[in-house]
């Protein structure tokens, strides 16, 4: 019997790093993760999940080891997941190339490209050198355009939430070189409140947040410099704004694109079930049945659907996830089981 991948997880008290310890558990090719915190974390006085999550109390707890290179070298830990603060999982990838441990980045450190969209991010790198090959070498972790090249990675930069719901949305359209770019594309995005991370704000306060819906930043989200880049969109050539909804998890984005010439709504979903054929992440409901939050909640699907309109030339997409399993510990895993050879569904169906 072949050895089981010894990975690791820092951020495991987070929602994403909380998803993705709890999918790695139950992985049948994976050891019990290493959980690690560093030392900025200790001041919250856990040393165990447990301590944090009473569900985890069981078989000897979960302990929270402090980070150390030597460490993970000697527990023969492979795969490194940072469900970090984007700056930390800037200035820790170096280090852990370095020591010769592959990563899963869920945050944005090393998902762009271009420096007119990663500037949103303000990194000061300490080795620029090393950082700029870093950032040319990462792949963007969206198997479902990207599984050439995510099995021979050394980084993974798992995709933002609200990218993966439209990035999946337009990708077989703007391939097929239906879309009318010049038109503009428009993105409206939905997330429960979970999607703004654990640390509370005055924004997700339940007070705040509780009967209310609300657009938040408009023009200036990072994920939109992560959509231009992975769909080859100029930002002038798509709009998107992001919504708070009043519900724990899951993301529904709606989507407004024009077609280049009058297309019927069978045409339409022949592209969508070509391009995604084989992918097992990716459900194209028929027209004009739309998927809704609630179907992919908990899961690592992505659902599409869409309407035509009768001109045969006005789109509405709907793309609708579980912003923490596909939009971020589920997509890690699947990642993660792309590098490894594992089933691309390993621990997640």
Same mark, same amino acid.
């Given at each position: 019997?072949?050895?089981?991948?010894?990975?690791?997880?820092?951020?495991?008290?987070?929602?994403?790093?909380?998803?993705?310890?709890?999918?790695?558990?139950?992985?049948?090719?994976?050891?019990?993760?290493?959980?690690?915190?560093?030392?900025?974390?200790?001041?919250?006085?856990?040393?165990?999940? *447990? =301590?944090?999550?009473?569900?985890? @109390? +069981?078989? &000897?707890?979960? $302990?929270?080891?402090?980070?150390?290179?030597? !460490?993970?070298?000697?527990?023969?830990?492979?795969?490194?997941?940072?469900?970090?603060?984007?700056?930390?999982?800037?200035?820790?990838?170096?280090?852990?190339?370095?020591?010769?441990?592959?990563?899963?980045?869920?945050?944005?450190?090393?998902?762009?490209?271009?420096?007119?969209?990663?500037?949103?991010?303000?990194?000061?790198?300490?080795?620029?050198?090393?950082?700029?090959?870093?950032?040319?070498?990462?792949?963007?972790?969206?198997?479902?355009?990207?599984?050439?090249?995510?099995?021979?990675?050394?980084?993974?930069?798992?995709?933002?939430?609200?990218?993966?719901?439209?990035?999946?949305?337009?990708?077989?359209?703007?391939?097929?070189?239906?879309?009318?770019?010049?038109?503009?594309?428009? *993105? =409206?995005?939905?997330?429960?409140? @979970? +999607?703004? &991370?654990?640390? $509370?704000?005055?924004?997700?306060?339940?007070? !705040?947040?509780?009967?209310?819906?609300?657009?938040?930043?408009?023009?200036?989200?990072?994920?939109?410099?992560?959509?231009?880049?992975?769909?080859?969109?100029?930002?002038?050539?798509?709009?998107?704004?992001?919504?708070?909804?009043?519900?724990?998890?899951?993301?529904?984005?709606?989507?407004?694109?024009?077609?280049?010439?009058?297309?019927?709504?069978?045409?339409?979903?022949?592209?969508?079930?070509?391009?995604?054929?084989?992918?097992?992440?990716?459900?194209?409901?028929?027209?004009?049945?739309?998927?809704?939050?609630?179907?992919?909640?908990?899961?690592?699907?992505?659902?599409?659907?869409?309407?035509?309109?009768?001109?045969?030339?006005?789109?509405?997409?709907?793309?609708?996830?579980?912003?923490?399993?596909?939009?971020?510990?589920?997509?890690?895993?699947?990642?993660?089981?792309?590098?490894?050879?594992?089933?691309?569904?390993?621990?997640?169906?």
């Amino acid at each position: 019997m072949s050895a089981k991948l010894k990975a690791a997880v820092l951020g495991a008290t987070g929602y994403s790093g909380l998803e993705l310890t709890r999918i790695l558990l139950r992985h049948p090719e994976v050891e019990k993760p290493v959980l690690l915190k560093r030392s900025a974390d200790s001041g919250n006085g856990a040393a165990n999940l *447990a =301590d944090m999550f009473p569900a985890f @109390s +069981g078989n &000897g707890g979960y $302990p929270l080891q402090p980070l150390s290179w030597e !460490s993970l070298k000697k527990q023969g830990v492979e795969l490194l997941f940072l469900a970090t603060p984007h700056e930390v999982s800037r200035a820790l990838v170096p280090e852990a190339v370095a020591n010769g441990i592959r990563v899963v980045d869920l945050s944005g450190a090393w998902r762009l490209k271009q420096e007119q969209h990663r500037a949103i991010y303000e990194f000061k790198d300490e080795d620029t050198a090393t950082a700029a090959d870093l950032t040319e070498k990462a792949v963007y972790g969206l198997p479902e355009l990207n599984s050439d090249k995510i099995p021979g990675a050394t980084v993974i930069a798992n995709p933002g939430c609200y990218a993966t719901t439209v990035i999946l949305g337009l990708a077989p359209l703007l391939q097929a070189g239906l879309v009318d770019r010049e038109k503009g594309i428009v *993105a =409206d995005s939905k997330s429960g409140v @979970s +999607g703004a &991370g654990k640390e $509370p704000t005055s924004r997700t306060h339940f007070v !705040s947040v509780a009967d209310n819906l609300s657009a938040y930043g408009v023009f200036t989200h990072r994920h939109l410099g992560e959509m231009a880049e992975q769909l080859q969109l100029s930002t002038s050539e798509i709009t998107f704004t992001p919504h708070l909804l009043p519900i724990p998890r899951g993301i529904l984005s709606t989507i407004y694109a024009r077609l280049k010439q009058p297309t019927t709504a069978a045409e339409i979903e022949k592209v969508y079930r070509d391009f995604y054929k084989g992918k097992k992440f990716v459900r194209v409901f028929q027209s004009p049945k739309l998927p809704e939050i609630h179907f992919s909640l908990h899961t690592n699907y992505c659902d599409l659907g869409f309407c035509l309109a009768p001109d045969g030339q006005r789109l509405v997409i709907v793309s609708c996830e579980d912003n923490l399993i596909k939009g971020a510990a589920g997509q890690a895993v699947q990642n993660m089981n792309l590098m490894y050879g594992f089933a691309e569904e390993q621990g997640l169906l």
